[in-house]
């Protein structure tokens, strides 16, 4: 889709107040917390996982963020009642936001599974919200399987009522927009859709999507893709040399080339013991025994125990592979502690992803603390829109809002 420039404003007058927004299906925060950063005021959140709603009110409303919380099946809200109680007339809310629940429009629902998913549903049920609140613009998060043929009903149907109320969808459908290209150490392709009311004048100073900030290293740009390495420490010299043997097999580099290369590798900060969401799933005997086997950056592929099911089956190569550490990770999903379900083996450790690790690819703050079991957090991290990705484009929503004084109105 090309890119649009687009400025929204409202006829006749410049907006200087700080900006509102409502977050629906905000989970853990990770929508919320970007929005915050971005300077918005997030005057309510609807969520309906309990743990996910313990985590929002531990992060967000306890740190000083006056925010409403709902806990509750968004179905059963009174938004009228919620409107009278945040005193929030219609055309008042600045910024809609929320990701309806995804799984039903997920890439692993093959053939028709997923196209009566009743999850599907919440997307058009997002429109409620829209039709009372009239706010001036409104930004889904989905998956791209919500762009597949099978899903076109869902799709059709939100993009018809949108017309109907008055929006105006930006390029007219949702855009597939990619993590890693705005600082978000991940390969997480997502679709978005944003909206704005028609009685919004448009300017010319502002794009949609915006800008990436981060680009492939072959572009040779000022700042490429985040690592996956990143968010990991620095590993013992051992560990080193042998990164450096394993680029020199796999790329048929001398040793010099390969040492030159993992110089330039970047690691972050170690995780604290003290920290609660530094815990890994413990492994079989034989669980980590393989894992001692795979070779750095390396896949099943590398190794010649198979499971019994993977033995004829040549998909999902990614089950039980490290993590890659010159690249951005794979996609942080609801089993990111879980190595039978993704490339989420510890880069040199014989285990899987720390949640911490995992909170870090989706670019939450160390201070951000997770609560419930490991799969209830696993899920809450999974299920988050990547902090650093959500603050990008709600700071280019936002700007779409803000006029400078001298600026004419269309």
Same mark, same amino acid.
Not at 7 to 31: M, P, W
Not at 369 to 397: C, D, Y
């Given at each position: ?16 107040? !700080?900006?509102?927004? $409502? ?56 938004? /009228? ?6 005193? @929030? ?17 997920? +890439?692993?629902?093959? @053939? ?48 018809? @009522? ?6 105006? #969808? ?68 051992? #560990? ?22 993992? +110089?330039? $590798? ?28 795979? /070779? ?32 951005? +990770? ?30 870090? @690819?989706?670019?939450? /703050? ?10 209830? !957090? ?6 988050a829109v990547p902090v650093a990705l959500g603050t990008e484009l709600i700071k280019a929503v936002s700007k779409m809002f803000v006029v400078k004084k001298k600026a004419k109105a269309a």
């Amino acid at each position: 889709m090309a890119k649009q420039r687009i400025t929204i404003y409202e006829k006749h007058r410049v907006l200087n107040k !700080q900006l509102t927004a $409502i977050d629906l299906f905000s989970g853990a925060g990770g929508f919320s917390l970007a929005a915050i950063k971005s300077d918005l005021k997030v005057l309510a959140a609807i969520e309906l996982d309990e743990c996910a709603s313990k985590t929002y009110r531990k992060n967000i409303i306890k740190r000083n963020m006056p925010v409403k919380l709902i806990n509750k099946d968004i179905n059963e809200v009174d938004i /009228p009642k919620l409107m009278k109680e945040l005193k @929030l007339k219609s055309k008042e809310l600045d910024i809609l936001i929320g990701g309806p629940p995804c799984q039903g429009f997920s +890439s692993h629902r093959i @053939l028709n599974r997923g196209v009566n998913d009743p999850r599907n549903q919440l997307l058009i049920k997002y429109f409620d919200f829209v039709k009372e609140l009239k706010p001036k613009a409104f930004l889904v998060e989905n998956v791209p399987g919500l762009l597949w043929k099978k899903h076109e009903e869902y799709l059709a149907r939100f993009l018809k @009522l949108a017309k109907k109320n008055g929006y105006k #969808v930006v390029g007219g459908k949702p855009v597939v927009i990619n993590a890693r290209d705005y600082g978000v150490p991940q390969n997480r392709r997502r679709a978005f859709i944003l909206a704005y009311r028609e009685d919004i004048c448009v300017a010319h100073d502002a794009e949609w999507p915006p800008k990436p900030t981060h680009f492939s290293p072959s572009e040779q740009k000022a700042r490429s893709w985040r690592s996956a390495s990143e968010v990991f420490e620095e590993p013992p010299k051992s #560990v080193i040399n042998k990164l450096i043997k394993r680029y020199m097999s796999v790329n048929g580099w001398s040793r010099s080339e390969a040492a030159q290369f993992v +110089s330039k $590798i970047k690691f972050g900060s170690p995780v604290k013991n003290s920290d609660p969401c530094n815990i890994h799933m413990v492994h079989t005997d034989s669980v980590a025994k393989r894992f001692s086997e795979t /070779p750095l950056n390396g896949s099943r592929e590398d190794i010649a125990f198979k499971l019994k099911c993977h033995e004829d089956y040549k998909g999902h190569k990614d089950v039980y592979g490290r993590v890659i550490f010159h690249l951005p +990770s794979n996609t942080i999903t609801t089993g990111c502690n879980n190595p039978s379900k993704g490339r989420f083996v510890h880069p040199w450790l014989n285990h899987g992803f720390t949640l911490r690790h995992a909170a870090r @690819l989706q670019t939450f /703050p160390d201070k951000f603390v997770f609560l419930g079991n490991t799969t209830e !957090q696993a899920r809450q991290i999974g299920n988050a829109v990547p902090v650093a990705l959500g603050t990008e484009l709600i700071k280019a929503v936002s700007k779409m809002f803000v006029v400078k004084k001298k600026a004419k109105a269309a």
